[in-house]
């Protein structure tokens, strides 16, 4: 098993940046590919970005294709999310998850394990 813990959320303007971490232990963090999710009060969980294991692929959703880019540091055991041109549609709960397959990519069902989330808010 592998334990993630997001940081780096906060409240941002609309057009600023931020850039989110996940930290993992507990298991080779290379095995795993990673996704970042996010959840808006009311809403279902969503897909916003996956790197698999080398880093050198990567796959994000429409709504932050462009703004949003996902890397990796296999040897800090980190996956980070950085995100540019902030809006408020992309207040939510974003969630770092680990996947040992390469099915159901974009979807909850297709990750094996969860960190607690970290929160961004983005102000107009």
């Known amino acids: 098993q592998v334990q993630l813990v997001e940081s780096g959320g906060g409240l941002v303007q609309a057009g600023g940046s931020l850039r989110l971490s996940c930290a993992a232990s507990?298991?080779?963090?290379?095995?795993?590919?990673m996704g970042w999710f996010r959840q808006a009060p009311g809403k279902e969980r969503e897909f916003v970005a996956r790197?698999?294991?080398?880093?050198?692929?990567?796959y994000y959703a429409d709504s932050v294709k462009g703004r949003f880019a996902i890397s990796r540091d296999n040897y800090k055991n980190t996956v980070y999310l950085q995100m540019n041109s902030l809006k408020p549609e992309d207040t939510a709960v974003y969630y770092c998850?680990?996947?040992?397959?390469?099915?159901?990519?974009?979807?909850?069902?297709?990750?094996?394990?969860w960190g607690q989330g970290t929160q961004v808010t983005v102000s107009s």
């Open positions: 998850a680990a996947d040992l397959g390469v099915v159901f990519i974009t979807q909850v069902r297709g990750y094996d394990y």
């Open positions: 507990g298991d080779t963090f290379s095995r795993y590919a």
């Open positions: 790197i698999n294991r080398r880093g050198d692929s990567t």
